[in-house]
């Protein structure tokens, strides 16, 4: 299962929600035997790092999204 382009609203963060939403993501995969869920996030997406890093994921990878990112040291990390 690919978790993808999870956001929540500047005006609504701090609140608790973006680790709600993700600890749903993992009961609704495991609830339907998913053997992993996967997802990417930038270099730069400190506090997402920090999230999915609290919920238990662990990065498997990275790669640039280009020759310009390449260019830039701007990565795309994968858990």
Same mark, same amino acid.
């Given at each position: 299962?690919?978790?993808?382009?999870?956001? *929540?609203?500047? /005006?609504? !963060? %701090?609140?608790?929600?973006? !680790?709600?939403?993700?600890?749903? *993501?993992?009961?609704?995969?495991?609830?339907? +035997?998913?053997?992993?869920?996967?997802?990417?996030? =930038?270099? *730069? &997406?400190?506090?997402?790092?920090?999230?999915? /890093? %609290? &919920? %238990?994921?662990?990065? *498997? +990878?990275? =790669?640039?999204? =280009?020759?310009?990112? !390449?260019?830039?040291?701007? &990565?795309?990390?994968?858990?």
């Amino acid at each position: 299962l690919e978790l993808k382009r999870m956001s *929540v609203s500047r /005006e609504h !963060r %701090g609140r608790g929600l973006a !680790r709600a939403l993700c600890r749903e *993501v993992l009961g609704f995969a495991r609830a339907r +035997g998913y053997g992993a869920v996967v997802l990417s996030t =930038s270099a *730069v &997406q400190v506090a997402a790092q920090r999230l999915y /890093e %609290g &919920q %238990g994921f662990r990065k *498997v +990878g990275a =790669s640039y999204p =280009s020759l310009l990112g !390449r260019l830039l040291n701007f &990565q795309i990390f994968h858990y």
